[in-house]
């Protein structure tokens, strides 16, 4: 990550690298667990820690961690809530009814499909979302899951029948 131009104190530059060595990883895998993508992660964590430099003064040292998660847990939810205003915007200026030879009925299936598609994982709550993708991306077990959130194994097999009964309803069919 390259800093933008200035002159900077080398304390800030060691806290800096410091905090970025540390936490970067982690704060990628949050994003990754809760958006479903990887280069939506990789700029979410570019901009965590950009906003984390604009406000390296006012930092401590004990609290930098828990702003590192909430700085991306809230450009993770203004960039679900951007492209729901994107898809209502293009949806509300949607007047043809048959686009390149399909009829209007299929043009609506396609549509619902596509957006059932990318609205899967962010339409799972975030523990459950974050645990079916821990299982079924990563290939961790109930018990490895159990043991990085700090969960029992019944709580981490909940939160994954929570995950398919949402995938369920979404799609109809067992997962």
Same mark, same amino acid.
């Given at each position: 990550?390259? @800093? *933008? &131009?200035?002159?900077? !104190? *080398?304390?800030?530059?060691?806290?800096? /690298? #410091?905090?970025?060595? @540390?936490?970067?990883?982690?704060?990628?895998?949050?994003?990754?667990?809760? !958006?479903?993508?990887?280069?939506?992660?990789?700029?979410?964590?570019?901009?965590?820690?950009?906003?984390?430099?604009d406000m390296r003064g006012k930092v401590k040292?004990? !609290?930098?961690? &828990? @702003?590192?998660?909430? $700085?991306?847990?809230? $450009?993770?939810?203004?960039?679900?809530?951007? @492209?729901?205003?994107?898809?209502?915007?293009q949806v509300s200026q949607k007047t043809e009814? #048959?686009?390149?030879?399909?009829? &209007?009925?299929?043009?609506?299936?396609?549509?619902?499909?596509? /957006? %059932?598609? %990318?609205?899967?994982? &962010? #339409? $799972? *709550?975030?523990? *459950? /979302?974050?645990?079916?993708?821990?299982? /079924? $991306?990563?290939?961790?077990?109930?018990?490895?899951?159990?043991?990085?959130?700090?969960?029992?194994?019944?709580?981490?097999?909940?939160?994954?029948?929570?995950?398919?009964?949402?995938?369920?309803?979404?799609?109809?069919?067992?997962?």
């Amino acid at each position: 990550m390259t @800093l *933008p &131009a200035g002159n900077y !104190t *080398p304390q800030e530059l060691k806290w800096f /690298r #410091s905090v970025f060595d @540390l936490y970067y990883e982690s704060i990628r895998h949050f994003a990754y667990f809760k !958006t479903g993508d990887v280069d939506l992660a990789d700029d979410i964590v570019q901009e965590v820690f950009l906003k984390l430099w604009d406000m390296r003064g006012k930092v401590k040292d004990e !609290t930098v961690k &828990a @702003l590192l998660y909430t $700085i991306a847990g809230n $450009i993770i939810r203004n960039h679900y809530k951007h @492209l729901k205003v994107v898809y209502n915007f293009q949806v509300s200026q949607k007047t043809e009814f #048959s686009v390149g030879g399909y009829s &209007a009925d299929e043009v609506v299936r396609m549509e619902q499909l596509n /957006r %059932q598609l %990318q609205d899967a994982l &962010a #339409s $799972i *709550p975030d523990g *459950p /979302r974050e645990v079916f993708l821990m299982n /079924r $991306i990563d290939g961790l077990t109930y018990e490895e899951i159990a043991q990085r959130l700090g969960l029992s194994v019944k709580a981490i097999e909940k939160r994954m029948s929570e995950a398919l009964a949402v995938l369920r309803k979404k799609f109809g069919y067992k997962i």
